[in-house]
């Protein structure tokens, strides 16, 4: 097996069971490795430190084990079964009124670069690194083994997270889908697995779905960012009054009507509009007693972190000044480069320019589905605050 060396005092981390390794921490290699080969990672003092896949990119590796062990199917087999397990401690398959759930969740799963998610029998995968592709097979034969007549099709979803000069075939790898309605809480949603963003929908925010639309009973809300409508209907299923989504997207805010007539048909308490959400709350002269941020990533990088700073602030304050006094306003980050006090900091900056009161009564992350890794603090990339407003 070929292997690395890592320069001195890159090694800290890792002993650390943090799994990635950066390009700039590599000191030599054993020779030509391959894109997506399995290595082994060294000190340099030549003592072992872990396993993992190799990758041409400034994530050069992402360890998946720390134990030098044989990597085989029966190491794959356990760590798929942990990770469903989980799942099942969890009650996720024995939900009457949910049927969709992230089933693994890469580094939360010590399985980096995997994604899979279950939607109602059919599971999206998507690979972050080439070595789980390459291995797509194995995975998807464990799969079909643990799960047994739960699971009708496996669909592969990769395209856009793997390199481009790897050649990915997006489709079903296996069995048949029987529908693409899935439940969430009560609400149905239409999942788009070919065009659609991430796996389809967005399953981190199903708690904070829930816990907002405790809020919003006999109140105006705006949610803005709403790709496929998923706060809205939550909303209205909260016996919102009033409900104003807005995605610069038309293809978005042509899901989120599908998805509110699909639930709701015939209500007359939604609006949804096409506009860039900045432009909107700079010219409307609507006020509201909910309004939901719940923006694409500011910062995919560390080098881009200070402008979505300052993105998040200039957002937040634009929203302060349109809440109703005594109003709520729920807003996050998916940005993994941004650290949850760097999150707060630009929302409480926000809060000060406006010079209105403000009080946090929740703190957010991402779902139950989506665990986090203690030793890879990139894994909690969900932050989120309900913020009241006086």
Same mark, same amino acid.
């Given at each position: %097996? ?12 890792? !002993?650390?069971?943090? @799994? ?14 391959? $894109? ?10 030549? /003592? ?24 085989? /199917? ?50 999206? *995968? ?29 669909? %592969? ?5 793997? @390199? ?78 009033? #409900?104003?989504? #807005? ?7 042509? *899901? ?8 709701? @048909? ?7 509009? #096409? ?53 709520? *306003? ?14 707060? !900091? ?14 946090? %009564? ?15 603090? $990139?894994? /909690? ?10």
């Amino acid at each position: %097996m070929n292997h690395i060396i890592l320069k001195s005092g890159k090694d800290k981390d890792i !002993r650390k069971f943090y @799994p990635w390794v950066f390009s700039g921490s590599i000191k030599k290699t054993s020779g030509t490795i391959n $894109e997506g080969e399995i290595i082994t990672v060294y000190d340099n003092k030549s /003592e072992y430190l872990g396993t993992g896949f190799y990758q041409s990119s400034p994530i050069a590796v992402r360890i998946f084990s720390f134990t030098d062990e044989k990597i085989s /199917e029966t190491f794959w087999f356990d760590r798929i079964k942990r990770a469903i397990n989980y799942r099942t401690q969890l009650g996720l398959f024995n939900l009457s009124s949910t049927n969709c759930f992230r089933l693994i969740h890469s580094e939360g799963d010590f399985l980096p670069g995997l994604i899979a998610d279950w939607y109602n029998g059919n599971i999206v *995968l998507q690979m972050h690194s080439i070595g789980m592709y390459k291995n797509k097979e194995i995975i998807c034969s464990i799969l079909q083994t643990i799960l047994g007549e739960k699971l009708q099709a496996i669909i %592969m979803k990769s395209s856009a997270t793997l @390199p481009k000069n790897i050649e990915v075939e997006d489709g079903i790898i296996w069995g048949k889908i029987h529908g693409n309605q899935v439940q969430e809480n009560g609400n149905t949603f239409i999942i788009d697995w070919e065009k659609g963003q991430k796996t389809g929908f967005f399953l981190d925010q199903r708690d904070n779905r829930e816990l907002i639309s405790k809020y919003v009973a006999h109140k105006s809300v705006l949610n803005t960012f709403c790709y496929t409508g998923g706060f809205s209907a939550y909303a209205l299923q909260g016996n919102a009054s009033r #409900v104003v989504s #807005v995605d610069s997207s038309a293809r978005a805010i042509d *899901l989120t009507q599908e998805t509110i007539s699909l639930n709701y @048909p015939g209500t007359q308490k939604h609006t949804a509009l #096409v506009a860039d959400a900045f432009e909107y709350l700079d010219t409307t002269e609507d006020t509201f007693d909910v309004i939901i941020l719940d923006p694409p990533a500011f910062a995919k990088h560390a080098q881009v972190v200070s402008n979505a700073l300052n993105g998040y602030k200039k957002l937040n304050k634009k929203a302060i000044e349109r809440i109703n006094p005594g109003g709520i *306003l729920c807003t996050f980050s998916c940005s993994q480069a941004v650290s949850k006090e760097q999150f707060k !900091r630009s929302v409480l900056e926000a809060s000060a320019k406006t010079g209105r009161k403000v009080r946090i %009564m929740h703190q957010m992350s991402q779902s139950t589905c989506h665990p986090v890794n203690l030793y890879h603090p $990139e894994s /909690e990339y969900l932050k989120g605050l309900i913020i009241y407003v006086e």
